[in-house]
């Protein structure tokens, strides 16, 4: 095992290449584009490994993440998050270097950007395909013509299609419901193609969650998947069927500093700041925020244990154990830990450390 | 208004120095040493505004926090977390440049630490007061004594005192009940300060959770207090009883993005990696992650409405609004936020800009 001292999330190399290998295999056998979303690993290291498999654009969530994988060569980037025309002057500088796509949802904010615009730049509008966070509702032709017109009247800006995010994959339980969400998001997506097909013959139809892509097989008449969290996947995905706990890439090494036998409760460095908080609800209502795994040399195992997280302040973790799974652990051991969410996990502690010790930067603060 | 062109996290400079200033004057009438805990700001600048006031010793969460502010120049660092032993190199290189204080939990991990130490390092025992995360239980002398019988056994190891977090002020929600947790808390400690004074007639007796030293005025037998979180307050110090809205010293600068007028919400940029995911519950059991206030030149006006940050993923922020409030409203506006738990909050989003527009740095990642 590599030296552990303190909170570090530990990388599995292989697990995660074979997640993104899998996922690429997939896109090419049902000939659509993999455009894998970055904001979960949010690394150059990490997106190497993408272009290794052949992506040649991403998905990002910010602009700011933007520049920093233009920074490593990404030469076709979609910012899937509403525009956001304050960031003009960036913006500018990122259509002087790569293919910038940005994401629309009214007329107001395109003008506003047009005012400052300086370069060309690719526009999709987006769906709500029944998530109901951002994006237009599918059959509002009359807003989305709104913002048709506003991109025609600027001749730097080209519509390039529809994008949506099935967020409401989320909330379900098994593969069957995963792929009810998948087959109705598709089929609006596509009545909305066929909409608007004449006027754009060129349209790009592009979705993106993790567990549709993780578990669907049929992508017909849909152009681009932007799937981001299977990179690493993690507790919440396995509970809505997306993956195994095999799949999950990433894992928290958190040092024992003291027990309580009697509440149960063994304590760990390794809080919120490392994990963020957010938590998942076993049948009884019991809530956890990731669940142990044993550390051996180089590798993790499995949990062959009940032990999970059961709170978190900013640098404690609690975990409940067994008398019995207690007793073969002592002050000083490391405690592996599964997160939750591996997005705001990786981005509240802010780097990898993979099995054979090599420390993986991601993208700073501030 | 400086620019505010993505999420930014705004530092009213006179707030904070009057939280302190208020602080530190309490704790010279009061005459008990100030200590304060650096883990809610984590930065540099932050901590000189409270050497001004006198402060020559602080608080920390970590061994990584005590090098950051070591580096600094302080020379007096308590590590408030149970001592983990696997992180000997530092703690070694640490006690050649400052005075270190650490947390004991138990004779196993003095041993372990025992074992490689190399310079003199003073230890506070840990008491549970009630709050029931780590700590010895006030009346468990057999535990004590085998902690003590452990420094003994080390000539680098000095007995310093108790020291105790009275995180169960945290549930509270009135002054009255802030200030029965601090009597209670100062009445366990004094005992057991009664109970150790012959053989350890310099024992120091310690306590610091914001609440009650927010609001209490009586720390009779008490030797220090090392309250944090009141450097900036939050929402959730508001409604526990510590301090009023008017005291919080930061909020979120966020970027208005869309909006859907149905269902009366506005979208911001601004979410989990920003805030952290810390919520708080209204009486009607809805959950809430801000409050909005608005922004003007150069500082924030307290709520007149009653905007809220109704749910938060990795970087949208979903306000509820009234429609009225909405109609006031355009794309491109930045809303201000109070965020509920100010130390993961400045944690997550990494550093601070002051109303002027200069950006304050923190402790950085990895």
């Known amino acids: 095992m590599i030296e ?60 700011k993440m933007a520049s920093y994988f233009a920074e490593d060569g990404w030469k076709d980037i979609t910012v899937a998050f509403p525009l956001n025309a304050l960031e003009i002057k960036e ?3 990122l259509t002087s270097v790569c293919t910038l796509n940005l994401l629309l949802e009214s007329a107001e904010a395109v003008k506003q950007l047009s005012k400052h615009l300086t370069n060309s730049l690719q526009c999709f509008i987006e769906i709500d395909p029944g998530y109901h966070r951002t994006g237009l509702n599918p059959t509002d032709f009359s807003g989305i013509d709104k913002i048709l017109e506003a991109v025609a009247d600027n001749h730097l800006l080209t519509f390039k299609g529809f994008l949506c995010h099935a967020g409401q994959s989320y909330a379900v339980r098994s593969v069957p419901d995963i792929l009810k969400v998948h087959t109705a998001s598709m089929s609006l997506m596509k009545s909305l193609g066929d909409h608007y097909k004449n006027g754009y013959p060129n349209l790009v139809l592009s979705i993106g969650d993790t567990p549709t892509c993780s578990v669907a097989e049929d992508f017909d008449g849909i152009d681009e998947i932007r799937p981001g969290n299977l990179v690493f996947y993690d507790l919440q995905q396995v509970i809505i069927g997306s993956c195994t706990r095999e799949q999950i890439a990433i894992a928290m090494a958190c040092p024992m500093v003291a027990f309580n036998e009697e509440r149960q409760e063994v304590f760990v460095h390794g809080g919120g700041v490392h994990f963020s908080k957010d938590f998942l609800k076993k049948e009884d209502g019991t809530i956890y925020y990731g669940e142990v795994v044993k550390l051996n040399s180089n590798r993790w195992e499995l949990p062959s244990t009940s032990m999970y997280v059961k709170s978190l302040s900013q640098e404690h973790g609690v975990i409940h154990a067994s008398v019995e799974e207690m007793r073969q652990l002592k002050i000083g051991d490391v405690i592996g830990v599964l997160p939750v969410h591996a997005c705001l996990t990786a981005a509240a502690i802010g780097g990898y450390t993979t099995l054979s010790g090599r420390v993986i930067e991601m993208m700073g603060k501030v």
């Open 91 to 93: 913006i500018n500088r």
């Open 4 to 63: 552990v001292v303190r909170p570090t999330l530990l990388l599995n190399e292989a697990i995660c290449k074979a997640n993104i290998h899998r996922i690429a295999e997939k896109a090419r056998k049902q000939k659509v584009r993999f455009r894998p979303h970055f904001k979960t690993h949010q690394s150059h290291e990490v997106g190497k490994w993408f272009r290794a498999e052949g992506a040649t654009a991403c998905t990002v969530s910010s602009i």
